[in-house]
């Protein structure tokens, strides 16, 4: 799923491109990305566009008169930007955005998955569109005080905490991997039981990792369009990189897989050598399982 680095730097250059314009017509690929009747999607054509801006991981174009387009990428949506008169009859084209001349190009909405799960939504007033926030602060402008206040606000582990929207804006499930890698924590810990001094070390890593990462996809970006937003970056620490070395240690890089999720660590950075119990094995291991990684070598040695 795209995250906030992402979503961040579609939003920056939609609005370069769009903005102070309008859309001549929308091509739908798929008539079941649309999740509302009323307003119809019809009536995003015709007038001008004043702000695209990121609530979460969502995108939203805010055209004249308080009319709002809610775009929700989710897993496996991405945005392309194409030459005019694109094609919209491809297996994997949800909508086709034109713009209105002098714009060259235009904006294809797309999902490589058969679970459709991207959506639009046109809602009319900021009261409609309040309901798309979820409450999550924003780490970078919400400040360190917000930060621990909304860590401590439930009790759960760490990884969960810094993926729930409720609480932080943007993040998922590939930045909280280099997040906690950063920070030098356990995806396990608990989120109640930080000190003051590590909850000031999480929000560090949290604000340096999102600023870093955006940084690096606005620059490889320019004044292009990222055509390449993936979970898996070459230049991640963790995420992605099971049984690799680790970029610090050279310690192989672990997992914990839990359904169509998993969270990959370093144990020797993040968890003082011991290996936290992974789902898919440690049921069936039982006993077997081995409790760090010297454990772990004898055995695959």
Known sequence: MPELPDVEIYRERLEA????HAFAAVRLGSPFVVRTYDPKLSEIVGPKIREVRRVGKRLVFGFDGELFLVLHLMIAGRL???KA??????????????????VAGC??????????????????????LADFDRGGVEVASGGLEAFAQRLRAERHTLKRTLTDPRLFSGIG???????LFEAGMSPLRNSTALKDDEVQRLFDATVAVLD??????????????????TA????????????????????????????????????NCQTDGRLLADRALSRLLKADWPRTLEELEERTS
């Open 17 to 20: 491109r769009l903005v102070g």
């Open 80 to 82: 392309r930007w194409r």
């Open 85 to 102: 008169g694109a094609k919209h009859r491809g297996r994997d084209v949800l909508a086709v955005f034109d713009p209105e001349p002098p």
């Open 107 to 128: 904006l294809v909405f797309t999902e490589a998955s058969k679970k459709k799960r991207a959506s639009l939504h046109v809602v009319q007033g900021k009261e409609a």
């Open 173 to 179: 499930n590939a930045y909280s991997d280099e997040i």
């Open 212 to 229: 870093r990462f955006t940084a690096r996809v606005r620059d490889e970006v320019g004044d292009g369009f990222p055509d390449k937003v």
């Open 232 to 267: 898996f970056r070459k230049d991640f620490s963790v995420h992605g990189r099971y049984k690799e070395p680790c970029r610090v240690c050279e310690a192989p890089v672990q997992r914990i897989v839990r359904g169509d999720h998993e969270t990959n660590y370093c144990a």
